[in-house]
């Protein structure tokens, strides 16, 4: 153990002293593949009717071939977000203006605009603390004669309890969406987070593990659902009749087309996600090993037979026993160094859109439509688990925006043992 040095919030010397260097995914690879791209002049391939090219341009098939080959999946269809392929896979599934989704509160919000989108109707269940993921105990309550689907997120990098999730599903008879925004290259039992569920949606944000700066990928086993994805995200109703699509439910299209410089990136970004989720691991590791005895503070968890992607190393603290607040901790924490600090999901609830139930127009549509029949509260209280993370006693680390080089690693933990020796002085 070093000497006790006077912590940086009280203007000691930091316990990190160089800055982090920045995350970038991006290299020489996906600047040639997108240059050749360019040279081609063929940017994009997509026509909005029924032709060969309803499928999109040759990298575009490409990309969608090599990330179903990778994720052992039967059909991928690229769009151009994630928030993009949540909405073609609400709308897939068949979900009827009124139902209800239930869906985890501790995400971001596209995970429940998705939903709202169709006029269905989302339904906030809570998390459990082991993964921060949907609590199987809180869906099945959460169940009404309405609910017809369950979206799943896993979270931080962590798949949820998804067998759990799938059981539940599998016996009221309702479809499962899988946001795996967060999660790519993560295992559940053997096989990958986001192809477990009926849809499962990756993103390709540029704050992801791998991104083609906006892009997102759905996939799923099953044919009908990948048609009726492809068709939703490229102009259904235009495409529909000569299709000779019979079933029109949710034909409404969009153009949620991804670009061929973005699908040439995506399949050199693909070839490096098992090495760059490797690294946020091996880091990760090495961050729970170092702070595995602070008291009052818990690491994350990686359930047997997981693994965990590490999109966020997610901490919570025991703020009585610490004495200290969070807010406290982070900013003597941030006066040491530690990047990428934050207090995690605000809880989709609690936004004004869900508190005073104001989407469509003025006069609370969907929520005071005939076509909903249900009483779906979003009281502040419904999701005790994440309201309190939020307020209280999250802690997360981000992990895909800066690289964590070995020696700034043991800094970092050097941080957090240094204000722990000292939280007298917080108080
Ligand atoms: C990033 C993210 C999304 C949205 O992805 P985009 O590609 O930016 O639309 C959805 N859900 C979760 C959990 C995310 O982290």
């Known amino acids: ?22 995350y970038n995914s991006i290299g020489n690879e996906e600047l040639e593949a997108a240059k050749a791209v360019v040279a ?27 990330w179903a080959a990778h994720f052992n999946i039967g059909h991928a269809v690229s769009v151009n977000s994630a928030t993009s392929g949540l909405m073609a896979a609400v709308g897939a599934i068949g979900i009827e203006p009124g139902d209800e989704v239930i869906v985890s509160t501790w995400s971001m919000s596209a995970s429940a605009t998705a939903i709202l989108v169709w006029n269905a109707i989302p339904v906030f269940a809570d998390i459990e603390t082991e993964t921060f993921n949907l609590d199987p105990a809180a ?36 479809k499962v969406i899988e946001d795996c925004a967060q999660a790519p290259n993560a295992l559940y039992k ?27 990928m759905c996939v799923t086993n099953d044919p009908l659902l990948a048609e009726r994805m492809q068709l939703i995200r490229n102009h259904a109703e235009a495409v529909a009749g000569d ?12 153009n949620f087309r991804m670009c061929e410089v973005e699908a040439a990136i995506g399949i050199e970004q693909l070839k490096k996600l098992p090495r760059l989720v490797a690294e946020r691991q091996a880091v990760a590791e090495r961050l729970i090993a170092g702070l595995s005895g602070l008291d009052g503070l818990r690491v994350p968890l990686v359930l047997d037979q997981c693994t965990h992607a590490f999109y966020k190393f997610a901490m919570i603290l025991d703020v009585d026993r610490i004495g200290v607040t969070r807010a406290r901790l982070v900013e003597a924490l941030d006066a040491e160094g530690v990047p990428g600090l934050g ?31 249900g009483s779906v509260s979003y009281d502040v209280g419904i999701c005790p688990n994440a309201e309190k993370l939020h307020d209280e006693t999250f802690l997360g680390i981000e992990m895909c925006e800066h690289l964590f080089p070995e020696a700034q690693v043991n800094q970092v933990i050097d941080a957090f043992h240094k204000v722990w020796a000292q939280l007298d002085d917080l108080k």
């Open 139 to 174: 869906v099945e309550r959460a169940i009404t004669p309405r609910t017809r689907a369950i979206m799943v997120i896993d979270i931080h990098g962590h798949p949820a309890k998804l067998d759990e999730i799938m059981a539940i599903a599998r016996r009221h008879n309702l």
């Open 40 to 66: 081609s002049g063929v940017l994009s391939q997509f026509l909005g009717s029924w032709h060969p090219n309803f499928y999109g341009g040759k990298k575009v098939q490409a990309f969608e071939r090599a």
């Open 343 to 373: 207090k995690g999901y605000v809880n989709i609830h609690r936004y004004p859109i869900y508190q005073k139930r104001i989407a469509y127009g003025r006069g609370g549509f969907p929520w005071t439509s005939s076509v909903y029949q």
């Open 190 to 216: 053997g096989r990958y987070a986001g192809t477990i569920a009926d849809i499962g949606v990756y993103s390709l944000n540029y704050h992801k593990h791998i991104h083609t700066g906006e892009g997102g």
């Open 243 to 254: 299709k000779g699509v019979t079933d029109l439910t949710n034909m409404i299209g969009f």
């Open 1 to 22: 153990m070093k000497v006790k040095q006077k912590l940086a919030i009280f203007g000691g010397p930091k316990a990190i002293s160089q800055e982090f260097p920045l």
